[in-house]
């Protein structure tokens, strides 16, 4: 368990640092971005979370949900 500042830490890195000026789509985890997740871990960005066509269904599902 992370203190509130260290907890936050990750948001404000990626949203001040001109490091990542024009960078998107990425995942960052303690401060740093992401690697692979590779079970037994508890750490990492899964390949289903960077596929851009499960992005683009999940977009048009979100979409469909919203206007009904």
């Avoid at 640092?17 to 998107?24: K, T």
Wanted: no cysteine.
């Amino acid at each position: 368990m992370e203190d509130p500042e260290a907890g936050a830490a990750t948001s404000v890195f990626v949203a001040v640092s001109p490091l990542l000026e024009g960078v998107g789509g990425r995942y960052f985890e303690d401060v740093a971005e992401a690697g692979p997740y590779v079970p037994p871990a508890v750490e990492g960005v899964a390949d289903y979370a960077l596929d851009p066509e499960a992005a683009a269904r999940l977009w048009v599902v979100s979409e469909e949900m919203l206007a009904s």
